[in-house]
T-cell receptor
Framework: AQTVTQSQPEMSVQEAETVTLSCTYD???????LFWYKQPPSRQMILVIR??????QNATENRFSVNFQKAAKSFSLKISDSQLGDAAMYFC?????????????FGTGTRLQVTL | DTGVSQDPRHKITKRGQNVTFRCDPI?????LYWYRQTLGQGPEFLTY????????KSRLLSDRFSAERPKGSFSTLEIQRTEQGDSAMYLC????????????FGEGSRLTVL
């Protein structure tokens, strides 16, 4: 079974600074998707960024980028120029690439605080 | 497009009572998922539907839990004979078509069992 591990329960960053959230996963599959989802307090979860495992290039979405190391099964999220609105729970998630509606498997999350 | 909506947002019940949650997915989405999230944990998969067919159920989904998606539109999740351990946030998500991966989540239904 696939597992996703986030070893940082909480992280803190000053506004305008850069922070990196860590994620490792375990799978025997060669093709899969990896995601970072953001869950603000009392709000729904939204997708931050997605990475297809067959792509060597790391995904980037504005201030958000990932460092995908397939051999190490590592998938970290870098947030640049942090803003107060970035404060939230961040979940790393894995999805098998099998052409069907397979489920997402989530990590336990990292709570990000953004300070002035 | 109003997004995924869930009802009720909060439910407080006494142990042993039955509760039902409803999820309305984004209208063109044919896939619908239920997750459970407890405090300090990531969402745990419960079950999912493609149209009206329930394709997978987690071992977490005991025989007290049942989910339906009649006509492939909205879905209901019923918990019978609730226990205090059922207290959690129940999240619904939907997605469309090919396996692009992204799920769209609702705001969740929080259950408190006294």
């Amino acid at each position: 079974a696939q597992t996703v591990t986030q070893s940082q329960p909480e992280m803190s960053v000053q506004e305008a600074e850069t922070v990196t959230l860590s994620c490792t996963y375990d799978t025997s599959e060669s093709d899969y998707y990896l995601f970072w989802y953001k869950q603000p307090p009392s709000r729904q979860m939204i997708l931050v960024i997605r990475q297809e495992a067959y792509k060597q290039q790391n995904a980037t979405e504005n201030r958000f980028s990932v460092n995908f190391q397939k051999a190490a099964k590592s998938f970290s999220l870098k947030i640049s120029d942090s803003q107060l609105g970035d404060a939230a729970m961040y979940f790393c998630a894995y999805r098998r690439f099998d052409g069907t509606a397979s489920k997402l498997t989530f990590g336990t999350g990292t709570r990000l605080q953004v300070t002035l | 497009d109003t997004g995924v909506s869930q009802d009720p947002r909060h439910k407080i019940t006494k142990r042993g009572q039955n509760v039902t949650f409803r999820c309305d997915p984004i209208s063109e989405h044919n896939r619908l998922y239920w997750y459970r999230q407890t405090l300090g944990q990531g969402p745990e998969f419960l079950t999912y539907f493609q149209n009206e067919a329930q394709l997978e159920k987690s071992r977490l989904l005991s025989d007290r839990f049942s989910a339906e998606r009649p006509k492939g539109s909205f879905s209901t999740l019923e918990i019978q004979r609730t226990e205090q351990g059922d207290s959690a946030m129940y999240l619904c998500a939907s997605s469309q078509g090919q396996n692009t991966g992204e799920l769209f989540f609702g705001e969740g239904s929080r259950l408190t069992v006294l």
